[in-house]
């Protein structure tokens, strides 16, 4: 088993259940906690381009989806 290819970290909430970076996770991790954490949507695509690979795979799910549900990595 390996993070990003067949294990994916998702977010779940009483509000919601996303993908971690998508665009509701965003919104609603700024509404609880004040805090901007996605900045603009190229900040936030390039956090999930970066985080998706290497050590970490944290944003993998998110990633697939941007990509049209293609693993390009």
């Keep these: 088993n390996e993070g990003g290819r067949d294990i994916f970290l998702f977010t779940a909430t ?3 259940f996303t993908t971690f970076y998508s665009m509701p996770y965003c919104k ?3 509404e609880e906690t ?3 954490v996605c900045g603009t949507e190229d900040e936030r695509k390039q956090y ?3 985080f998706c690979s290497g050590d ?3 944003t993998c799910a998110e990633k ?3 990509d049209g549900w ?3 990595y």
């Design 28 to 30: 609603w991790y700024e």
């Design 64 to 66: 697939i989806i941007m």
């Design 70 to 72: 293609q693993m390009n």
């Design 56 to 58: 970490s795979s944290a």
């Design 14 to 16: 009483d509000k919601i």
């Design 34 to 36: 004040s805090i901007q």
């Design 48 to 50: 999930v381009e970066n």
